[in-house]
């Protein structure tokens, strides 16, 4: 069965940082691409950033990019979204998704419909 569990959300300051996690199973890591996307209320999913655990290639929104950075521990099946100076519009709750590769990387990291997979979320709130 495929799982993936998203961890580290919580409430922090404007400036402030949060690393979130993504701990995978059911699937052979090596062969999935893991994006991030979040979700604040009322709008639609908006991808965040993405990486290829076969070759490390990372993929990153305007919005977050300088910001955000992407990483993956394939011997532990976790990929990790370190965010810093956060503010108050990246609240949201983020969710990880998988993807077999080529898939997604090759299709389009940041269209939503591209991943199969996807974890039940975390929240993410920053306060001004």
């Known amino acids: 069965e495929v799982q993936l569990v998203e961890s580290g959300g919580g409430l922090v300051q404007a400036g402030g940082s949060l690393r979130l996690s993504c701990a995978a199973s059911?699937?052979?890591?090596?062969?999935?691409?893991i994006g991030w996307f979040r979700q604040a209320p009322g709008k639609e999913h908006e991808p965040i950033s993405c990486i290829n655990n076969n070759d490390g290639s990372t993929y990153y929104a305007d919005s977050v990019k300088g910001r955000f950075t992407i990483s993956s521990d394939n011997a532990k099946n976790t990929v990790y979204l370190q965010m810093n100076s956060l503010k108050p519009e990246d609240t949201a709750v983020y969710y990880c998704?998988?993807?077999?590769?080529?898939?997604?990387?090759?299709?389009?990291?940041?269209?939503?419909?591209?991943?199969?997979?996807w974890g039940q979320g975390t929240q993410v709130t920053v306060s001004s």
């Open positions: 998704a998988a993807d077999q590769l080529p898939g997604a990387v090759y299709f389009g990291w940041y269209d939503d419909y591209e991943y199969d997979y």
């Open positions: 059911g699937f052979r890591f090596d062969d999935y691409a």
